[in-house]
C-alpha cells in the first residue's frame, strides 16, 4: 500500500498540530501520523496539570500566615491527596478532550496511528504503508529521561508522565533536578506535606544562571524542603520497598523519586540514517531556527524534538514556521524574544540575552531591584526577591532580564514586549505604573537604570519626575 500527499506531518503534539493549522490553509492534501497518546505534552502532562498541581498547593500553603491574620483552626487543615491529584485529571481530561475535538477529531483517514520511519527524504514507512510526501515535518516531542539502570525498581520512580496517574502520594518523595519541572513540582508536593529531598547537580535553580538571583532562589527553597546542590548526579539504589539516593557523601531513603533530569528529543525511531542526516554530538539534526528547515531536504523539524526552545509557545511558532514553509517559499522568519517564565514562588523569569551572555561585556550595566521594599507584595505578604535588569549603555535599550519575584510572570511579559520594540529604559518610565500594583516594582528597577545611565543624555529623552 501507499498513499502520495503534499505534506506529512510526524507528530500531533502542539508544534505538529500548529504546523498542521498554516498546510490547512494551502491544502487538504496531508496526512498527521502520531504514535502513543493525542492531547499534546502541554495539556496531558506537562504545563496544565502542573499548574493545577501549584495553584491547590499555593492555596494550602497560605494556611501558614492565617494565625497572623486572626483566621484560627488552620492548623486542623489537611490536605486531601487522592480528591486533589482526581481533581487535577479531571481538568486535565477536559483540555486533552478539547484539543482532540478541535484539532484532531475530524482528520478521518488523514490521522494514522502508528511509528513512522524514513524510507528516503519524500518516503516514511508507517505500519506497512509507504507514505510519499512532497514535504515532510518532524514534530515528534520528547520523552523524560530515566536512567536505564533503574527499570529493575521502575515502580519506585516517577516521571511527569506517571505523576499525575498516581491515586495518592507517599509521606516522602525525591526529587532529581531543580530545572522548571523539578522545581515546580517539587514544591508544590512540599506544600502539600510531602516530605521532599531535591537533589540538583549544579548550583542554580531552575534555569537560572544570574548568581545573585540564584542565590536569592535557593535561600527561600531551603526554607520550605531540603535541597542537595552541587553534587553532582545522583545514584538510586532499591532499599527494601523503598528507594535509596546516593549523592556525594549524603544519602537518603524515600518512598518514591520523581526524575526530573530532562528530556530527550524523540528522534531514534525515526531512522534518519536512511536519509543520510548527519546528526551532532548531541544526536540532533542540523537546521535553520529561521525556517525550521533539515540542511537543504523536503524535511522540516518543529518543537521540543530539536532541543532548542522546549516550550509550549516556542513549539507553535516553530509548528507555524515549518508549516508555512513546507507549502510555500521557504522563507526566513524573525524569532521572537527568549522569554522563559518557572511557576515556582516566587516566580523564576528570564528574558533575552542571559547574565552569561553579558556578564564580561564593559557596554552592559545591570540595574537591579530588592522586592522586599516593594509595597503592593508586603501587603500581601509576599514582599521577597530579586530583578536585575541588562542593558544597553549606549542605547540606553533593554537586552535581558533575570529576576525571581511575586508576579514575575506579568513583569517578563512587560519586559519581553518591550524588548521586541526595542525600547530604552527611559522610553519604558515614561509609560504608567498604576499605584499599588507589583508592576510599580518594574518602574523602581528601571529607575536604577536610568540612575547609573545618568539623567540626561544626548538624543534621549530625561525622565520628567524624581524619585530619590
Known amino acids: 500500500m501507499k498513499r502520495e500527499v503534499d505534506v506529512a506531518v510526524i507528530g500531533a503534539g502542539s508544534a505538529g498540530l500548529y504546523a498542521l493549522s498554516q498546510v490547512k490553509k494551502q491544502t487538504s492534501d496531508f496526512v498527521l501520523i ?72 475530524k482528520l478521518g483517514e488523514k490521522l494514522i496511528q502508528g511509528e513512522a520511519q524514513f524510507v528516503n527524504d519524500h518516503t516514511l514507512l508507517v505500519n506497512d504503508e509507504a507514505i510519499i510526501a512532497k514535504k515532510i515535518i518532524i514534530a515528534t516531542g520528547s520523552t523524560p529521561i530515566v536512567n536505564p539502570e533503574w527499570e529493575a ?43 521532599i529531598t531535591a537533589v540538583h547537580s549544579n ?6 544562571n544570574d548568581p ?25 539504589e532499591k532499599a527494601g520497598d523503598q528507594i535509596k539516593i546516593i549523592n556525594g557523601e549524603r ?4 518512598d518514591k523519586v520523581l526524575v526530573a533530569t530532562g528530556r530527550k528529543p524523540n528522534l531514534k525511531g ?21 525556517t525550521m528547515q533539515i540542511e537543504d531536504l523536503p524535511i522540516f523539524i518543529a518543537g521540543d524534538v530539536n532541543n532548542d526552545r522546549p516550550l509550549m509557545h516556542e513549539a507553535a511558532d516553530e509548528g507555524r514556521i515549518a508549516g508555512y514553509n513546507t507549502v510555500h517559499n521557504i522563507t526566513k522568519f524573525k524569532r521572537k524574544i527568549p522569554l ?26 545591570i540595574g537591579s531591584f530588592d522586592f522586599t521594599k516593594q509595597q503592593r507584595a508586603m501587603l500581601m505578604d509576599s514582599n521577597y526577591g530579586l530583578a536585575r535588569l541588562y542593558v544597553e549603555k549606549e542605547s540606553a535599550r533593554i537586552v535581558g532580564a533575570e529576576m525571581v519575584t511575586p508576579c514575575a510572570e506579568h513583569l517578563a511579559h512587560h519586559l519581553a514586549w518591550a524588548m521586541e520594540q526595542e525600547l530604552t529604559v527611559y522610553e519604558m518610565m515614561q509609560l504608567p505604573y498604576y499605584h499599588p500594583t507589583v508592576e510599580e516594582g518594574l518602574y523602581m528597577l528601571l529607575l536604577d537604570c536610568v540612575k547609573k545611565l545618568g539623567r540626561k543624555r544626548e538624543g534621549l529623552l530625561e525622565v520628567p519626575f524624581t524619585d530619590d
Open 34 to 105: 502520531n504514535s502513543g497518546y493525542l492531547g499534546t505534552t502541554c495539556a496531558r502532562v506537562g504545563c496544565m496539570p502542573s499548574k493545577a498541581l501549584i495553584y491547590i498547593a499555593e492555596y494550602y500553603h497560605q494556611k501558614k500566615k492565617f494565625a497572623k491574620k486572626g483566621l484560627e483552626a488552620a492548623e486542623t487543615i489537611r490536605p486531601p491527596l487522592p480528591k486533589i491529584l482526581q481533581d487535577i485529571r479531571e481538568k486535565r481530561d477536559r483540555l486533552v478532550a478539547d484539543t482532540i475535538k478541535t484539532s484532531i477529531s
Open 251 to 254: 544519602e537518603i531513603i524515600v
Open 212 to 236: 545573585e538571583v540564584n542565590h536569592v532562589m535557593v535561600k527561600r527553597c531551603k526554607e520550605e524542603f531540603d535541597i542537595w546542590l552541587g553534587g553532582g548526579h545522583a545514584t538510586l
Open 203 to 208: 548550583e542554580f535553580l531552575g534555569g537560572l
Open 153 to 195: 525498581f521502575r515502580e519506585n520512580i516517577l516521571t511527569t508522565d506517571e505523576l499525575f496517574e498516581q491515586h495518592d502520594l507517599p509521606p516522602s518523595i525525591g526529587v532529581l533536578g531543580l530545572g522548571a519541572i523539578g522545581l515546580e513540582i517539587g514544591q508544590a508536593l512540599s506544600r502539600l506535606g510531602i516530605k
Open 270 to 290: 525515526l531512522k534518519l540514517e536512511k536519509v543520510g542526516i548527519m546528526l551532532d554530538k548531541h544526536g540532533l539534526p542540523r537546521y535553520n531556527d529561521d
Open 340 to 365: 522563559t517564565i518557572v511557576f515556582s514562588d516566587p516566580n523564576i523569569a528570564y528574558i533575552g540575552k542571559r547574565y552569561k551572555e553579558i556578564e564580561d561585556r564593559d557596554d552592559i550595566l
